[in-house]
């Protein structure tokens, strides 16, 4: 019975930042890490970002310097920080946890459905 969902994608100009949210819900015991994922139109999903409970990050070399993964551990939320943002960053964007549920010992992946941020002048 675990969820995520992200928010905060649309439509913006290059050169420009947004934020998106992904909030996890449900029946957990334990979160392991969050991260984003993203995936353009006729490519392979790609690793954006990802942060574990204790606050290690991880980025793909393309957003380095340029995107900031954060996560408030009392909320269950994890959130991407994406500033001068380029045309190549277009793509949906999909939110993952690590998460253990109440109901079973066992860490799972979990994936929410994705928001759509598109790069365009």
């Known amino acids: 019975q675990v969820q995520l969902v992200e928010s905060g994608g649309g439509l913006v100009q290059p050169g420009t930042s947004l934020t998106l949210s992904c909030a996890a819900s449900?029946?957990?015991?334990?979160?392991?890490?969050m991260g984003w994922y993203r995936q353009a139109p006729g490519k392979e999903r790609e690793l954006v970002a990802t942060?574990?409970?204790?606050?290690?990050?991880n980025y793909a070399d393309s957003v380095k310097g340029r995107f900031t993964i954060s996560r408030d551990n009392a909320k269950n939320t994890v959130y991407l920080q994406m500033n001068s943002l380029k045309p190549e960053d277009t793509a949906v964007y999909y939110c993952?946890?690590?998460?253990?549920?109440?109901?079973?010992?066992?860490?799972?992946?979990?994936w929410g459905k994705g928001t759509l941020v598109t790069v365009s002048a």
């Open positions: 993952n946890g690590q998460i253990t549920p109440l109901t079973r010992a066992i860490l799972a992946n979990y």
């Open positions: 942060i574990t409970s204790g606050g290690v990050t």
């Open positions: 449900g029946s957990i015991f334990r979160i392991t890490s």
